[in-house]
């Protein structure tokens, strides 16, 4: 493709963003302008998109530069100066911007369009959650939030010599000598627990800041103030509780029946935690690529033959330098796919180091980057704005369309059908752990004055309810007590998980849809991703030719969908 950005009607091509004076003129522009016409207000809201994405994508190359190398202060310092200096003197003029948009009578004749219809409900909701007191204590929010990051990236083992990242010494949970996966288990688990106090202390200290802005705002916890923000329009937390129960009862015992296989093959009554991973048969950890370069190489390949213009994508990324995959000394942990609303094209960084899971992590993104690439053209940068529901179904389902086309990657039969299986039984085991996390959000913000020892508490007591009983921790109760700490989303994303589950479970229908018509379901897919979010979340869905649904039936359903699909393999 060829591609650059759209040419800037209101903003100076030649901008750059350094202290807050550099933008403000055209805040007060927009703030002061009169608007006598309709055509007047449609180029003020196009105005408006265009400073959105210019300053939206100035924050995100802070923030990929940032997490790229913790180590240079110089990057650090250049995000922490955007949330710290620049975004909070954005804020009275976005919240003055958005009464001026709702209020003029202009809106009334575009209302009814379905776009224009779910962008003025969000931004509706931006104004009902305004408070100018927020405003300082949503910088420091970001400000501490990023400290999870520079701890994660630190967090290093020396094993045998070799100094490995996080990413890197989780590989050798799979090594079949357990002498050296229980020493991996134990140099990870005590790496982790040195960062303990300061993981709890700074994650108090959010917690207490969140709960002072839900207050400010008129709601009695952060997680009611949460979902209104997340706008959340389309379900409550009582459909939330009715997902956890769901998956306790219909996803858990397969995954208890799971354990049981890999307990009963390995010759013991109960696992250790360092046995989770290890292939009970003593075959070796699959390794389906040995560079950041063959793993691009073979998503291009796999892309090109779901749909060209997947490939295509991820070739442009290259193309513009925008992909970082593998992992490296001072590189912030996990993956991400940031989009980049005035060139239109994304970002993916990763950790990779050849494992199964970094092949699902690289095409998982990929599918963010396709929804980037197919939303791009939309009119206004508040259409491409998704609610995490929709945007974690681009990815997720990808995972599963891709898997037809892993003989890329695996040479060998064999190896092939346990990267499937292991992909079928990642996706069960990860649904309790998302519900797990979320189950856990709602009681942190439900008691937000608790203490240190009751969250690890009430942690343990979730994490039985979503326990097999098949995992042996004695001896090691104090690891597991802090495993919450894992969880990025907890400390940057708060509320920001059960979607994974959401999409998840749309990802299987598609997956299912794709089993009797691929050529239609991927037409479907393709459509619904264009849309951005022009539309509620069910219509675009629907769009998708899948439910939005997480009832206890639906769970079910998908169960033993996914069940059949693995016994499948199995046998």
């Known amino acids: 493709m060829n591609i650059s950005a759209p040419e800037r009607k209101f903003i100076a091509k030649d901008l750059s963003i350094q202290t807050w004076e550099d933008i403000e003129s055209y805040f007060i522009d927009l703030k002061q302008r009169e608007i006598v016409t309709k055509e007047d207000y449609i180029l003020w809201l196009q105005n408006r998109s265009e400073l959105d994405a210019v300053l939206e994508e100035n924050a995100a190359w802070r923030y990929i530069k940032m997490t790229i190398d913790t ?81 994660s990236a630190a967090q290093m083992i020396e094993f045998d010599g070799e100094k490995m990242t996080m990413q890197k010494a989780s590989t050798l949970l799979k090594d079949l000598d357990e002498n050296i996966r229980k020493k991996a288990f134990l140099l990870i688990s005590e790496r982790r627990a040195q960062d ?93 690529f040995g ?42 942990p996990g993956g991400y796919n940031y989009p980049l609303y005035e060139i239109g094209v994304p970002f993916i960084f990763m950790n990779a180091v050849g494992a199964l899971r970094d092949l699902v992590t690289m095409v998982h993104e990929g599918g963010h980057s396709i929804h980037s690439f197919l939303s791009r053209d939309l009119a206004l ?36 059908k346990r990267a499937k299986i292991e992909q079928l039984e990642t996706i069960l085991k990860i649904l309790p752990w998302v519900a797990t996390i979320d189950e856990f959000q709602h009681w942190i913000y439900e008691s937000p004055t608790h203490s240190v020892e009751e969250r690890q508490n009430q942690w343990e007591k979730i994490s039985k309810d979503y326990g097999t009983g098949l995992v042996d ?31 998840q479970l749309g990802a299987l229908a598609i997956w299912k849809n794709s089993k009797t018509d691929l050529p239609k379901t991927i037409q479907q897919y393709k459509n619904a991703l264009k849309l951005g979010y022009t539309e509620q979340i069910p219509e675009i ?23 059949t699909e693995l016994d499948n393999l199995l046998n």
């Not at 509706?124 to 501490?144: G, H």
């Not at 303990?196 to 839900?214: P, T, V, Y």
């Not at 802090?482 to 994303?493: D, G």
């Open 71 to 151: 180590r240079d202060q110089t990057l650090t310092d250049a995000y922490t100066y955007f949330v710290t200096e620049i975004q909070p003197k954005l804020a009275p003029f976005e919240d003055e911007l958005n009464q001026k948009m709702l209020h003029s009578p202009f809106m009334e004749t575009l209302k009814d369009e379905k776009d224009y219809f779910i962008y003025f409900r969000s931004v509706q909701k931006e104004l009902d959650l305004f408070r100018t007191e927020n405003i300082a204590i949503e910088a420091e929010i970001s400000e501490e939030s990023q400290q999870y990051g520079a701890i």
């Open 196 to 288: 303990n106090q300061a993981l709890d202390e700074l994650f108090s200290s959010l917690i207490a800041k969140r709960h002072q802005i839900a207050l400010n705002a008129g709601f009695k916890n952060f997680r009611d103030y949460k979902f209104h923000a997340l706008g959340r329009f389309d379900y409550t937390k009582e459909d939330c509780f009715d997902f956890h129960n769901s998956i306790k009862k219909h996803i858990v015992p397969l995954v208890k029946q799971i354990q049981q296989k890999q307990a009963d093959l390995l010759g013991v009554e109960k696992l250790k935690p360092w046995n989770l991973e290890v292939d009970p048969l003593g075959r070796k950890a699959l390794k389906p």
């Open 291 to 332: 560079s950041g370069q063959e793993l691009l190489e073979g998503t291009v390949k796999m892309f090109e033959n779901i749909d060209p213009y997947f490939a295509d994508c991820i070739k442009t990324m290259d193309e513009m330098g925008h992909l970082d995959l593998e992992s490296k000394e001072g590189k912030s």
């Open 381 to 416: 940068t508040g259409f491409k704005n998704l609610p995490s529901e929709v945007a974690e179904l681009a990815s997720m389902s990808m995972e599963l369309l891709s898997m037809d086309q892993w003989e890329i990657f695996f040479d060998d039969a064999e190896d092939l």
């Open 473 to 503: 921790w004695t001896g090691y109760e104090e690891f597991k007590s802090r495993s919450w700490q894992r969880q990025l989303h907890l400390f940057e994303v708060p509320f920001y998980y059960i979607e994974y589950g959401i999409a």
């Open 541 to 563: 869905y629907q769009t998708a030719g899948i439910e939005f649904n997480f009832s206890e039936r639906y769970i079910q359903d998908l169960a033993q969908f996914l069940k």
